[in-house]
């Protein structure tokens, strides 16, 4: 099982950016697909997940209103798609997967950087 993210970069605050998590070896139509993220210094950090009906999504206060994810199951690829960074925003994010409705995510990808200048 391979979790490929991309899409990171150096932005400014109040751009957007849209990682993509690519999955090879599961299908992300039978995974509960979550993002996180860890800035330096700290612990890793929930940041989002949809089900693996696609049918609910689940965000951390902090990125409400501001970051969507999505998957395409014809693409086997999970989204972020985030608007209005901050510079709290600055993390290295990881894309993870977990078989349907269990609890704990066995599967996690090699981290984008996304650094956000205020």
């Known amino acids: 099982v391979q979790l490929q993210a991309s899409g990171g970069g150096l932005v400014q605050a109040g751009d957007s950016l849209r990682l993509s998590c690519a999955a090879s070896?599961?299908?992300?139509?039978?995974?509960?697909m979550g993002w996180f993220r860890q800035a330096p210094g700290k612990e890793r950090e929930f940041v989002a997940a949809?089900?693996?009906?696609?049918?609910?999504?689940y965000y951390a206060d902090s990125v409400k209103g501001r970051f969507t994810i999505s998957k395409d199951n014809a693409k086997n690829t999970v989204y972020l798609q985030m608007i209005s960074l901050q510079s709290e925003d600055t993390a290295v994010y990881y894309c993870?997967?977990?078989?349907?409705?269990?609890?704990?995510?066995?599967?996690w990808g090699q981290g984008t950087q996304v650094t956000v200048s205020s």
């Open positions: 949809i089900s693996w009906t696609g049918g609910s999504t």
């Open positions: 993870a997967a977990k078989w349907r409705d269990y609890s704990e995510y066995r599967y």
């Open positions: 070896g599961l299908t992300v139509s039978t995974y509960g």
